[in-house]
């Protein structure tokens, strides 16, 4: 069995190196003045956090991560148990924030995120198939418009995530900064819908007006911010102060516009007969500069000259 759990471990590695590699060096070394804000700010939180938050966090991201995994069928080939395997990937992961935990005496922290875990990995992931069959009874996503399939599908694929995403947002909306994160999160992952190029078709039957980026880019805004409206009402119940409404507005518009940039940015690169985008790059270039307020005119630069660039391609398949 120790065997089994080395192997298993220096596999997981490998996916690891394989993942930073596909990132690419140039991409991490942009990125990395918002990793180092994001590192600090999570020290800072831990350090000074009460009631529990920072373990209650971390459980339901690792919740959400255990209920969403789709490498069940795989782990039951291994000698070692189940419980076993999520054990050690769970803690190893979690290792920073135990070391912090012990470093600041956050002995509850440390007693909460350790129990929850190990009853977490006692729960046994539903197969990937039967858990989207589960969660259709929750989500029905034929509710979405037509011409905004991307949603429809990314839901679709993405259903747990979201779902916990969302609950989460709910159940910690009593502090002030789950909202803004939880806002950035969505319009991030949704961003990530736009990835995939429809066919000539379907391109076609939904853009027949020839208004495709208006059609997609308010019909988006209007799905998110109906989402997000339970969120909204919450947070001007328990935080109705002037500076946290505004820090709220200018996340939400900030939100909205990664949103609006990546449908650009697809219709930009549009071809008949390819499949996807291949490189992120603009729109990690879109979200740094958003990290920093004396570039926020910079973004709005780039999404007005993507907007017409990608009325131009468009145009380009109806001559």
């Not at 328990?238 to 990664?258: D, E, G, K």
Request: net charge positive; hydrophobic share 55%.
């Amino acid at each position: 069995m120790p065997k089994t759990i080395y192997t298993f471990l220096f596999f997981r590695i490998k996916q690891l190196l394989r993942t930073l590699r596909e990132i690419g060096i140039f991409h991490f070394l942009l990125l990395s003045p918002v990793m180092i804000i994001a590192v600090l700010g999570t020290l800072q939180h831990i350090m000074t956090s009460r009631n529990f938050s920072s373990s209650i966090f971390l459980l339901i991201i690792i919740l959400s991560i255990h209920f969403s995994r789709k490498d069940r069928f795989f782990l039951e080939q291994l000698e070692s148990p189940l419980f076993l395997t999520f054990t050690l990937e769970y803690f190893l992961g979690c290792i920073p924030f135990i070391l912090c935990f012990i470093f600041w005496e956050k002995w509850y922290d440390l007693l909460i995120l350790g129990t929850g875990m190990l009853l977490i990995c006692l729960v046994k992931p539903l197969y990937s198939n039967h858990s989207k069959r589960k969660l259709s009874l929750f989500i029905n996503d034929s509710l979405i418009p037509l011409h905004l399939f991307e949603l429809r599908s990314g839901f679709r694929k993405h259903r747990i995530e979201f779902i916990l995403l969302y609950v989460s947002g709910l159940v910690l909306t009593i502090y002030p900064i789950t909202l803004p994160v939880i806002l950035f999160l969505m319009a991030l992952g949704i961003s990530q819908f736009f990835q995939i190029f429809e066919n000539k078709d379907l391109l076609l039957s939904v853009n027949a007006e020839q208004k495709l980026l208006k059609k997609k880019s308010v019909g988006s805004l209007r799905l998110f911010n109906l989402l997000m409206l339970p969120h909204y009402v919450l947070f001007v119940i328990q935080h109705n102060t002037y500076q946290l409404l505004m820090v709220l507005f200018i996340v939400s518009i900030l939100s909205q516009m990664i949103i609006v940039f990546s449908i650009c940015m697809k219709y930009k690169n549009y071809r008949f007969g390819h499949y996807k985008i291949y490189s992120n790059i603009p729109l990690i270039i879109f979200i740094v500069s958003m990290s920093i307020p004396f570039l926020w005119p910079l973004t709005i630069i780039m999404l007005i000259q993507f907007w017409k660039k990608a009325q131009t391609n468009l145009m380009q398949h109806y001559v």
